[in-house]
Nanobody, 115 residues
């Protein structure tokens, strides 16, 4: 079994920054993909970014150039640095771990961008 625990959400004004963290524990495979998804009010869950255990990263179009995903394999952790936040970034952000054939989700952390 795997558990994912997110932290770092909060309230930030437009143009501000936040850093999300996610720590995985349990039976973690050496080859996996960790990432972040988000779900805003009245919207479907969407990909924010993901990164492989080898360090290859991919981003959703709406966050490209503003968000940076990184990971620490030794700590089984993934991070999301968010800058120039916009009101439309307001959402619950979920950590995700994929290790074939399993997929795990965290409980989510709320990010609210508002003045």
């Amino acid at each position: 079994q795997v558990q994912l625990v997110e932290s770092g959400g909060g309230l930030v004004p437009p143009g501000g920054s936040l850093r999300l963290s996610c720590a995985a524990s349990g039976s973690i495979f050496s080859s996996n993909v960790m990432g972040w998804y988000r779900q805003g009010p009245g919207k479907q869950r969407e990909l924010v970014a993901f990164i492989t255990s080898g360090g290859s990263a991919n981003y959703g179009d709406s966050v490209l150039g503003r968000f940076t995903i990184s990971r620490d394999n030794a700590k089984n952790s993934v991070y999301l640095q968010m800058i120039n936040l916009k009101p439309e970034d307001t959402a619950t952000y979920y950590c995700n771990l994929r290790q074939t054939p399993y997929v795990y989700w965290g409980q989510g952390t709320q990010v609210t961008v508002s003045s």
